[in-house]
């Protein structure tokens, strides 16, 4: 694997725009509604990660999201991107985001 891989991946700064719950999806889930910027649009999501965030916590956090992959059903949602975390100790995800304010859409280097 090479730069040229690592490259292929579109990874881009959103902010969460609008969050639901998700009571029909196996696992406890959150719909998102995510703002990639002018470019991208806003993208719809669903995301395991209940075990950190409620949905009223979500609306105006900046997350990011890989923006190039095929949109993927998920239960009764069609997920446009695939927002970014990492598993905390026991297993809950921790979103990643940029730790200052940057433009929405901006690509990961």
Known sequence: MGWEDFAKVDIRVGRIVRA????????????LWVDLGPEIGEKRSSAQITDHYTPDSLV??????VVNFPPRQIGKVMSEVLVLGV????GGVVLIAPDQDVP???RLY
Do not use: F, S
Request: aromatic fraction near 4%; avoid cysteine; hydrophobic fraction near 30%.
């Open 20 to 31: 639901e719950p998700y009571p029909e999806a196996r696992k406890p889930a959150i719909k």
């Open 60 to 65: 105006g956090r900046r997350v990011m999201a």
């Open 87 to 90: 598993p905390d100790g026991a």
């Open 104 to 106: 929405l859409g901006g």
